[in-house]
């Protein structure tokens, strides 16, 4: 089983303070860790051969995946949406970090990769994969929420507003459930859409949320030079290293919350920052690239 560090929080200013989650672990980083526990117990604890997930080039949950199998020695396979990534692992940190850890990548299509929840198509799979634990893209089942809702301790029922990134929903609805009814849940979504609140609801079991949907910077995996700015000043003052995909832009959208008087100057802020860094190889790549700043 993967042992977990406990961490006290970090304290940005009198009233705004960051759990500093993706420190629990030194390869299995922040909300990934909470989603695989409970998960790869029942795999462990059930005797299957391995665990097969799914994800994208730059995916924080294959890596963590692919780095929790190597520690606990259990076969990782990684069914990988996009087939022409398969002659660029060496020049992809992400992919090259897990096929390092062990897991075995299976490059598919993208018309493909689309019915990565289909019963038919996962049963196929079990026939070359015979005996694995399917784990979603993303991480996010009822095991993966279990495991989120051990994020938050009796010592943060002290704060008003808990603040989290959100990308498949998992995350957030396990923050929820563990939540004080007293306390509110801000979701800063990565995505555009309003589909995620459907997704929240099918595992929270609170009312106390609400998302704010306007800091997803374009889109998933999006960013500008004000982001990257944002990011690169964060960690020069405060020297805590925020990735672009999610906690860079949960954090921007509460610095501005504050700014602007939408967060209350009296209430104690939580902010958690669930991880994501080994992102930050790959999207200075890209910045590189369109010769933009790239991140410190």
């Given amino acids: 089983m993967l042992k977990i560090q406990t961490l006290e929080n970090i304290y940005i200013s009198s009233q705004l303070a960051l759990k500093p989650d993706y420190l629990i672990h030194p390869t299995?980083?922040?909300n990934k860790f909470r989603k695989l526990k409970y998960n790869l117990e029942k795999a462990q604890s059930n005797n299957?051969?391995?665990?097969?997930?799914?994800?994208?080039?730059?995916?924080?949950?294959?890596?963590?995946?692919a780095a929790a199998g190597k520690e606990l020695n259990m076969p990782t396979v990684g069914i990988i949406r996009g087939e022409e990534l398969e002659n660029h692992v060496k020049n992809n940190p992400t992919l090259r970090y897990a096929k390092s850890c062990g897991m075995h990548l299976d490059f598919v299509t993208r018309s493909i990769y689309k019915n990565k929840t289909d019963p038919d198509?996962?049963?196929?799979?079990?026939?070359?994969?015979?005996n694995y634990f399917v784990i979603p893209e993303g991480g996010t089942n009822e095991l993966a929420i279990k495991g989120c809702e051990e994020i938050l301790t009796e010592k943060d029922q002290a704060f008003d507003i808990i603040c989290c990134a959100v990308g498949t929903g998992g995350t957030i609805a396990g923050v929820i459930n563990g939540s004080l009814p007293t306390q509110k849940i801000i979701g800063f979504p990565a995505l555009k859409g309003d589909f995620l609140k459907e997704d929240?609801?099918?595992f929270a079991t609170q009312n106390n949320w609400e998302l704010w949907g306007g800091y997803h910077f374009g889109g998933y995996a999006k960013v500008d030079s004000k982001l990257i700015n944002f990011m690169n000043d964060f960690k020069l003052t405060y020297n805590i290293p925020l990735d672009p995909v999610y906690t860079a832009k949960m954090m921007y959208g509460i610095f501005e919350g504050i700014s602007s008087g939408e967060i209350a100057h009296t209430a104690k802020v939580l902010a958690i920052h669930t991880g994501g860094l080994q992102g930050i190889e790959g999207m200075n790549l890209r910045l590189k690239q369109k010769k933009l700043e790239e991140i410190i």
């Fill in 48 to 65: 299957y051969n391995g665990i097969l997930t799914f994800g994208g080039a730059f995916s924080n949950h294959i890596a963590a995946t």
């Fill in 121 to 130: 198509y996962l049963k196929q799979l079990m026939l070359t994969y015979k």
């Fill in 200 to 202: 929240i609801c099918k």
């Fill in 28 to 30: 299995v980083s922040g």
